[in-house]
């Protein structure tokens, strides 16, 4: 069973920051989608970014890109220039190609953007 | 385009009545997932269907628990008798059946069983 990590409970930076929330997770597949979802206070689930793990090439929106490590199964989130509206939490999910589309998640972490 | 709509936003009951989450999918998306998020457990899938037949229902808790999917934009979960720890937040999301394509959530159900 695929296994996601999220190491950090909570983070805060300040405002225009650049800030790195981590993500390890546990597969033996080879072929598999990893996404970056945020949860503002509202309570949505919004997708931030996404990566294909046959890609190389780091995934990037915007001021949103990620560090994707697939021999040390690692996805961290980057945000640049953080903004206050980014204050939410921020959730890293696993799913493998093929098969169940089912989203495993890591337990979240917390990021509060600072005035 | 409208989003996943999930009704009602809160639910509020007391133990041992039947409450039922409602969620229409986003129009064209085949493939519908039942999340429940708690602090504990955080975000768990609790069954998914694609093209109206459930797939994988492995996540359902007990047979309290019952979902269905009548049709292409319109599918529930049912609680039959609610206990308190069934409260949580129950979010119903959607998407294109292949992989790379993301699931949209809707703004869930924040249920509490008193």
């Known amino acids: 069973a695929q296994t996601v990590t999220q190491s950090q409970p909570e983070m805060s930076v300040q405002e225009a920051e650049t800030v790195t929330l981590s993500c390890t997770y546990d597969?033996?597949?080879?072929?598999?989608?990893l996404f970056w979802y945020k949860q503002p206070p509202s309570r949505q689930m919004i997708l931030v970014i996404r990566q294909e793990a046959y890609k190389q090439q780091n995934a990037t929106e915007n001021r949103f890109s990620v560090n994707f490590q697939k021999a040390a199964k690692s996805f961290s989130l980057k945000i640049s220039d953080s903004q206050l509206g980014d204050t939410a939490m921020y959730f890293c999910?696993?799913?493998?190609?093929?098969?169940?589309?089912?989203?495993?998640f890591g337990q979240g972490t917390r990021l509060t953007i600072n005035p | 385009d409208a989003g996943v709509i999930q009704s009602p936003r809160h639910e509020v009951t007391e133990m041992g009545q039947e409450v039922t989450l409602r969620c229409k999918p986003i129009?064209?998306?085949?493939?519908l997932f039942w999340y429940r998020q708690t602090m504990m457990r955080g975000l768990e899938l609790l069954i998914y269907?694609?093209?109206?037949?459930?797939?994988?229902d492995s996540g359902m808790p007990e047979d309290r628990f019952s979902a269905k999917m009548p049709n292409a934009s319109f599918s529930t979960l049912k609680i039959q008798p609610s206990e308190p720890r069934d409260s949580a937040v129950y979010f119903c999301?959607?998407?294109?059946?292949?992989?790379?394509?993301?699931?949209?959530f809707g703004d869930g159900t924040r249920l509490s069983i008193l």
């Open positions: 597969t033996s597949e080879n072929n598999y989608y």
């Open positions: 999910a696993f799913m493998k190609h093929g098969g169940a589309q089912k989203l495993v």
């Open positions: 129009s064209g998306h085949n493939s």
């Open positions: 269907f694609n093209n109206n037949v459930p797939i994988d």
């Open positions: 999301a959607s998407s294109y059946e292949s992989g790379n394509q993301p699931q949209h």
